[in-house]
């Protein structure tokens, strides 16, 4: 139990500058407060340490900077068009099209270090954030560089010459079984997604464990115990080489050696507890940023969570226990569901009992053919049975709209969850009862959408280079355009899931301010795939007014150039004075001065995305906002915001917040 909280208390003081401080903080009491009770005052300076050491980490990953520009280090990790790259203590970010590096070449570049700042949507997959939890903060160019050591093993081009075997239909499921590279665009793995399951595309402990523990019972049949355990991992050794560094992949493989050794040279002196504290713990000494990978946090807390509950359950016969065990651990990964879908997939239990099976038969046999020679028709035939088995269940899902828990909620959860599990053990029936009750009504409130009819709140959605707002108000929601996109659907990959998030389930009004692509390019699909009571687009259909929402559009000027015609909101909302400048030029900016002379507000969403076509200097002036908004894209071809614009803001000391910065910029007010 020693080295188990040890790993906990380093865990925390590793999230310490990651996380919101109020959640941060009451979980470091909490912990504490479970240490003083567990172990006593005289073991807690240990783990204080442990603590202090994970915050001391903490803060040398996310605050320190490198300042030279020359750097000598290691590939860690590569993919098609860049790769990642250690030097020392800080790893960089280098793009290299269609690159061959690889785990284990050395590279010396001559480069300034730039932050990483890539283009993110909302609810989308965020590559700044992936980076971020390997570590990656800055990025290097590879144009001035030398390559000073290259493996002899090119995995790359084996795994590349294998995979091209296959038609792209079956490629794209090899691929992401084998190697953990989960092509969304793949019918078969879309639809996965869609019904909650796509982490069961990919190499897993799952998966690994069950062939290594499958191999081990076959050879113990026909060989010497010691020998039997110890050839399933030197046959899955070349495998491991191809898939490394994948986190799960390192946890099992290193796991089953400690087991190994603990079983047959220590006499089983560890527990099993024991064995995954160490790993765990291992794992983060010689890579911190771990413990922000779900693969580790994921895996390991349910290992411990299994090992746990695996006691308590032992009082059961096997067939009873291993249904409890199924339902424990799918209660256990609700609010991971939550984060990641906003949803709640009434199957989702059956559909994995049912469908871990069915892909560990594709997982075995692409491994096989990986080792042996291409199963072209075989897989071919077997990626088809696949494709029609999850095209039914998404077909027969049913899915009930959660929202998004926030950190609070789930600490909320898993206070309550682990009480119960603790009643449960203790076998304090009434009490178990009581506390099973409140956390089920608890979950209950979870899928209703209370917070709707609590909320007002303004959000300037990231849509990249575009504009959408969302203007919430108990119950009511109106948006002021839908961003647009050439390369996927903004409404179902960004806006919807939004909504979703936000517990909003119809919009009273959508209104686009001018036809641009970027202000209305998802409307039609937004209407399309969620219920929109109004579409407003004629200056002639406002003020419109619904709830405590009351739209006035200022720019009534007529212009042949589609910028020039673009809506302008006037809002009071919130005890706020809202000016929403939708691309409005700087004529009409003039304009609105001459005809609107006491126009002023508490905050702006700047014109055209920071543009110099807007925001000129007599406007602001006038105008006197607090806070100015700017929604555009990371590093977008236009350059916005302009750097004139920007010194306008900072001239009158006006705060200046960007999407391509922060995300979605969010202003919520509760019960007000």
């Known amino acids: 139990m020693t080295i188990f909280l040890l790993v906990i208390s380093y865990i925390i003081g590793l999230y310490f500058f990651r996380n919101n401080w109020p959640i941060i903080i009451v979980i470091s009491v909490l912990f504490i407060a479970f240490l003083v009770f567990k172990v006593g005052l005289k073991r807690l300076p240990i783990f204080l340490f442990a603590f202090s050491l994970g915050i001391s980490t903490s803060a040398v990953i996310h605050f320190t900077k490198p300042n030279s520009k020359e750097y000598f280090g290691m590939v860690v990790e590569s993919s098609e068009n860049y790769f990642i790259f250690q030097s020392g203590i800080y790893r960089f970010y280098v793009y290299e099209k269609e690159n061959d590096r690889q785990f284990g070449d050395f590279i010396y570049i001559i480069d300034e270090p730039e932050e990483i700042n890539f283009v993110s949507y909302e609810s989308r997959f965020d590559f700044n954030s992936y980076l971020k939890d390997k570590g990656v903060e800055y990025s290097l160019s590879i144009y001035k560089s030398e390559t000073k050591f290259s493996s002899p093993i090119r995995i790359k081009k084996a795994k590349d010459k294998f995979l091209n075997s296959f038609d792209e239909d079956t490629k794209a499921l090899i691929s992401a079984f084998l190697f953990a590279r989960a092509d969304t665009s793949n019918e078969t793995i879309m639809i996965a997604n869609e019904v909650g399951l796509l982490f069961l595309f990919s190499v897993s402990g799952i998966y690994l464990s069950f062939i290594l523990n499958g191999l081990k019972r076959i050879f113990r049949l026909i060989l010497h115990e010691k020998l039997a355990d110890i050839i399933p991992l030197i046959l899955l050794t070349p495998f491991f080489v191809f898939v490394f560094p994948k986190v799960g992949v390192i946890r099992v493989f290193s796991v089953y050696i400690f087991k190994y050794i603990n079983e047959n040279f220590l006499n089983k002196r560890f527990s ?179 917070r709707t009819y609590l909320v007002n709140g303004i959000y300037f959605i990231n849509v990249g280079q575009g504009d959408s707002i969302l203007i919430q108000n108990r119950g009511h929601a109106v948006m002021i355009d839908t961003g647009g996109n050439l390369s996927f659907d903004m409404a179902k990959e960004t806006l919807i899931p939004f909504l979703h998030k936000r517990q909003i389930y119809k919009i009273d009004a959508l209104i686009t301010t001018h036809s641009d692509l970027d202000h209305s390019g998802a409307a039609s699909s937004l209407i399309k795939h969620f219920p929109v009571k109004t579409y407003l687009t004629q200056k002639e259909e406002f003020p419109y007014k619904v709830g405590d929402i009351y739209l006035e559009n200022l720019n009534n000027y007529s212009a042949s150039d589609p910028n020039d015609s673009s809506l302008v909101f006037n809002l009071e909302f919130m005890n706020k004075k809202w000016l929403l400048m939708g691309d409005a030029s700087i004529s009409v900016e003039r304009q609105m001065l001459l005809d609107y002379p006491d126009l002023d507000c508490d905050i702006i969403k700047l014109g055209h995305h920071g543009s110099k076509t807007s925001s000129c200097d007599e406007f602001i002036k006038r105008v006197s906002p607090d806070i100015a908004i700017i929604s555009c894209g990371a590093n977008n071809k236009y350059g916005h915001p302009n750097k004139e614009v920007i010194d306008t803001l900072n001239k009158y000391k006006i705060e200046v917040r960007r999407t391509d910065y922060e995300g979605t910029i969010s202003f919520v007010n509760y019960f007000t």
């Open 272 to 450: 099993h507890l024991k064995i995954i504290s160490f790993v765990a713990l291992t794992m983060l000494v010689i890579n911190p940023t771990y413990a922000y990978q779900a693969g580790y946090y994921i895996g390991f807390s349910l290992s411990a969570f299994i090992y746990f509950l695996g006691e308590s359950l032992s009082r059961f016969k096997r067939i009873k226990s291993k249904i409890m065990m199924r339902v424990f651990v799918y209660l256990f990964l609700i609010p991971v569901a939550s984060i990641s879908h906003y949803s709640f997939h009434v199957f989702s239990l059956l559909f994995q009992v049912i469908s871990i099976p069915i892909n560990e038969i594709f997982f075995i046999t692409s491994l096989v053919s990986l080792y042996i020679t291409p199963f072209t028709h075989v897989l071919k035939f077997m990626g088809d049975i696949l494709r029609n088995y999850y095209s039914f269940l998404g077909n027969i899902d049913i899915v009930l709209p959660l929202g998004y828990f926030g950190d609070f909620y789930i600490l909320i959860y898993y206070i309550l969850y682990i009480y119960c599990l603790y009643l449960f053990e203790s076998r304090r029936r009434i009490h178990l009862i009581k506390a099973s009750s409140v956390l089920s009504i608890f979950m209950l409130v979870s899928f209703l959408p209370i």
